[in-house]
């Protein structure tokens, strides 16, 4: 081969060997070049679902492409994370969800993924306290009476919770009292409907699906269960107010990606995630939710991977409770 056609020849190979570098950065410049999935681990109307709807909305006008809801219901979110951690790590599968799912939900089910390890965090989103809710007709119409109550007949009361039970184990635990737990994988709203029913007779759960009914009188409250009051609802105690000192749990909610997903496509979503909880429309829609948007220098996968890990130091005692789900 004359040099001049090997030169020629190797200057092809080269350019043939670059060429999958030159897409992969084709492909990253213009992501999202298709609409995204988000995937919802509980049903329509739960509050997972309600908060991941609203910033799904809001994120198109910055990503220039659709944010698709998707519902997967099903042992408690953790399919619908499965699908997630499974997915192609190419950015167009995003999940929602809360500490309960992307924390907890280990020390109930047996997971084919790590929830600390098989995940990229894009963003922490907002926090909101939970309510303790009863049935209409249950005994006590204070937090002080339903303890004296609840230690008076031991393992009588039902309590719907999701998985694990963080909430109501904590409770339990601060109270001394003993209550049947009644695992509801599918989230809180056939919760919600079991205690207007009254088959249940109470719970911990989500202001967004539980102070409607609050307000309508088809079930009671005793407080939410965070240190200060909620905006969304003034007139209900916290416990610690009502007679539990000390009493604090809250929910928070984030973004994850498939581990593996390119950083400048992390960074891609988090700033559309970013610029959507600083309009002041989608902050006043999440705090009429209870829902409290994190500052500004919070809503960064560091942060939202520190608060991964440190709540899941913070709850051995979902592990010692030993509620599992088969």
Not at 201 to 212: E, G, R, V, W
Not at 303 to 311: G, V
Request: hydrophobic share 45%; charged share 20%.
């Amino acid at each position: 081969m004359k040099l001049s056609h090997r030169r020629q020849f190797l200057h092809l190979v080269a350019g043939a060997a670059a060429l999958p570098a030159v897409s992969r950065v084709a492909k990253a410049q213009t992501y999202p070049s298709r609409p995204i999935t988000m995937i919802v681990g509980l049903a329509a109307g739960a509050a997972t679902d309600t908060i991941g709807r609203i910033i799904a909305d809001r994120m198109k006008s910055s990503l220039g492409q659709r944010v698709i809801v998707e519902n997967l219901t099903g042992a408690g979110g953790t399919i619908a994370a499965g699908r997630v951690a499974h997915a192609a790590p190419d950015g167009y599968t995003l999940g929602i969800g809360n500490n309960n799912l992307y924390v907890n939900a280990g020390a109930a089910y047996a997971l084919q993924y790590d929830l600390l390890n098989d995940f990229e965090p894009v963003a922490l989103l907002s926090t909101g306290p939970l309510v303790l809710v009863a049935r209409k007709a249950m005994p006590a119409n204070d937090l002080r009476g339903l303890i004296a109550w609840l230690k008076a007949n031991p393992d009588k009361a039902t309590f719907g919770t999701g998985i694990p039970a963080t909430p109501g184990l904590l409770f339990q635990r601060e109270t001394g009292t003993r209550f049947q737990f009644v695992p509801y994988p599918r989230g809180a709203t056939p919760i919600i409907q079991d205690l207007v029913a009254g088959q249940i007779d109470m719970a911990i759960t989500d202001p967004i699906i539980s102070l409607p009914q609050v307000r309508a009188g088809t079930i009671k409250s005793y407080g939410v269960t965070t240190k200060t009051r909620s905006p969304s609802a003034p007139d209900i105690p916290t416990l610690d107010e009502a007679g539990l000192p000390g009493f604090d749990v809250s929910t928070w909610y984030g973004l994850w990606l498939p581990k593996g997903t390119p950083k400048n496509i992390i960074a891609r979503l988090n700033a559309a995630v970013t610029d959507a909880l600083a309009d002041p429309m989608m902050r006043a829609r999440l705090a009429d939710l209870a829902q409290e948007t994190f500052p500004r220098d919070q809503q960064t996968p560091a942060a939202l991977a520190a608060m991964q890990r440190a709540d899941a130091e913070r709850w051995p005692i979902i592990k010692a409770a030993g509620i599992k789900v088969e």
